[in-house]
């Protein structure tokens, strides 16, 4: 089975050579989110601010290949500041929940200009 690759019309725009996500079978492989809004423009100000749109960035590109955050199996969360790790597990749990949790990953990373990315694998068989 070919690979199909998603663009999310509703989500902010790739920042690069990269789709925002692929669907290889049961898998949704989705690209690193940002706190970007679909018109191109950061978000610039406050940690929650910037991780709530970057989660909503993910959750879009879930939604445009036919799936949901719910079925995320592992998430990727890059962080510019490792401070900001309980502010973004009381975020993270607004669009996650607290049950049927994925596996994650939570790291520091040199970001620049912005705060928070957030990639993810979703699983859509049975």
């Given at each position: 089975?070919?690979?199909?690759?998603?663009?999310?019309a509703d989500a902010a725009p790739?920042?690069?050579?990269?789709?925002?996500?692929?669907?290889?079978?049961?898998?949704?492989?989705?690209s690193g989110a940002c706190p970007?809004?679909?018109?191109?423009?950061?978000?610039?100000?406050?940690?929650?601010?910037?991780?709530?749109?970057?989660?909503?960035?993910?959750?879009?590109?879930?939604a445009a290949a036919g799936a949901?955050?719910?079925?995320?199996?592992?998430?990727?969360?890059?962080?510019?500041?490792?401070?900001?790790?309980?502010?973004?597990?009381?975020?993270?749990?607004?669009?996650?929940?607290?049950?049927?949790?994925?596996?994650?990953?939570?790291?520091?990373?040199?970001?620049?200009?912005?705060?928070?990315?957030?990639?993810?694998?979703?699983?859509?068989?049975?």
């Amino acid at each position: 089975m070919p690979k199909k690759v998603i663009f999310a019309a509703d989500a902010a725009p790739p920042g690069g050579p990269y789709s925002h996500a692929v669907v290889a079978g049961d898998h949704v492989y989705l690209s690193g989110a940002c706190p970007v809004l679909a018109d191109g423009t950061w978000v610039k100000g406050p940690f929650a601010d910037q991780a709530r749109a970057a989660f909503t960035n993910l959750a879009r590109v879930a939604a445009a290949a036919g799936a949901d955050l719910s079925q995320a199996v592992k998430v990727g969360v890059y962080l510019r500041d490792f401070a900001d790790f309980p502010a973004m597990n009381e975020i993270y749990v607004e669009f996650f929940g607290t049950e049927n949790l994925p596996v994650r990953t939570t790291i520091p990373v040199a970001l620049d200009g912005f705060d928070i990315e957030i990639d993810a694998i979703l699983y859509t068989g049975a």
